[in-house]
């Protein structure tokens, strides 16, 4: 049994390095504050809490899953974020209301906390609703249209069309015809999840072992049963490991949205400083939604583990 | 071997469980008539053990899907207890050839599903038991909390039969549940089969290409040729039949001989078999 805090000897040299950037990069923001000719000048705490918590959450997870390939990220991210400093600090950067600092692209997050945390939890509402409601519609109507080849043939051909539309074209027109931002936020995201979400089901149910169905035919399992006690469980890993995917497709549409004119949500957030040219605060709607689709996508995969215990 | 088990092997007195009669089938999506029926008949007793052994594509799992109302015969009707088959039913318990259990249940779980579906009557706790108790039958027990995708291919089928037997239907329909298997777990699947048969008193009906199953498991053992019956052997061996202590009998020889004719379409040695149809 491996050691906790044992790793391969190649492994130090970089957990070195990129341990070595990290801190070059923690001084010079600390100590050459004012050796810019920008005016412009950003309290750096923020920058500094995000490259230590980056990488506590690094090497713990070098030493939790040993693989090579978390030092090369880390040696990446944290030669970038230095290169990004260093050439800000030597002036290379002569705008710094298109390309701020990190530190001040960071310390939006300190500035204006209330307000992306308000955005953040009201898109993470809307996709909730909007989401649960379309993936679960979408599963019901696909395991039905998979297994009754009458309904399939009526709603595959309609939904083959439909989601060749991209769903933001959908989304201007249902924003204006509906009553409330919050409805066509839902709206836009149930067009973006729906319908992909339908013809996976569909064709999951078409790729059951023909074996599997005969055998609960012939202990006697009707339509219903044959719906729920064994084509649903047959492809719920399947339908779990789509929920990652439609739910990053549901955000962007989301988001898209939310710049078309819905006025609240982290898109929102972003539109509104491109007005206002505050490209510090674009940026860190940009990096927020980064952030919010990575947990998304981590916490369904985990989740996916947890509940799927068989394989094929 | 008494007078008495004898009877009782050969099941002559006994009432017919299913009829098979004049049937045909035919694969309509196909230019070729293959694995197809024409005119079959047979009569099966009941607490018989029928193998019904053939080369591939003679129809003999075609006839099997035809006993368990997958498909509908062209014509000709089948009768079970007399009342003519008209589509799948817990009357019938199934045991495929493989990948038949349900992945998503462990062990213990596709048995449950076969105890749900037979309709009795139970409370969790006498269901749990009786769950527990069909896969002890099939030496299961340690493995019961298992995913079939941990299984061997011979645990699977083991599965397939403690599941098959939780249905408590009278009738046992085997579609060479054993032709993946290894041979020698084969001879532990087929003697587990042939004891559980026997201490259930299930009327089966088993469908093989193997000579020496069919010899160690049957009853009566039904050849045939594409489309149809050849011959029908009586097996006069007493059981238990245990496979080192047959071989080398004359009434094992005798049969062995006969079906290896039978089965291998030799016109000389067909004066030598049970019943020609």
Redesign the interface.
Known sequence: MKSFFRLERGMYLELFLATALMIVDVILTLTFPYFTTHKAYYDSGAYIVVLLVSYLIYVSYLFWAKKKSTNDVAVVLYGFFLLWEVAYKLGWIHNDLLLPSPEGLFHVFVEKAPEISKDVWGSIQLLFWGFLLAATLGTLLGLLAGWIPRVREVLLPISNVITLIPPLMFSAYLIMILSTFRQAAIAVIFFAVFWPTFQGTVIRVGQI?R??I????????GTIGMLW??IF??C?PGIIGSISKSLRGAFMCLSGAEMLGINLGIGYFTEKYKSFADYRCVLAGIVTVGVITTVIDLAVNKAQRAII???? | MSEAKEAKTQGENRKVKIQIKDVSFDYVDQKTRFGALKDVSLDIREGEFICILGASGCGKSTLLSLL???NKPKSGELLMDGKPIKG???D???V?Q????????TVKGNVL??IK?S?RKLGRKERSELADSYVESVGLASAKDR???QLSGGMKQRVAVA?ALA?ESEVLLLDEPFGAIDPKLRLELQELVSKLCANYHKTVIFITHDIDEAILLADRIVVMEPGSIRSIHKVRLPHPRVREELSGTEEYERLHRQLISAFYDQVEDKIDAGVTL
């Open positions: 072992d074996q599997i005969e055998a609960a035919r012939t202990m006697g399992v006690k064994v469980p047959y719920l215990k068989w394989e094929k | 368990s109302g997958l799948p039913g817990i019938r318990a199934v495929f493989q990948y038949s259990l349900f992945p998503w249940l599903f076969g579906q309709g995913y079939p995708s599941r249905l």
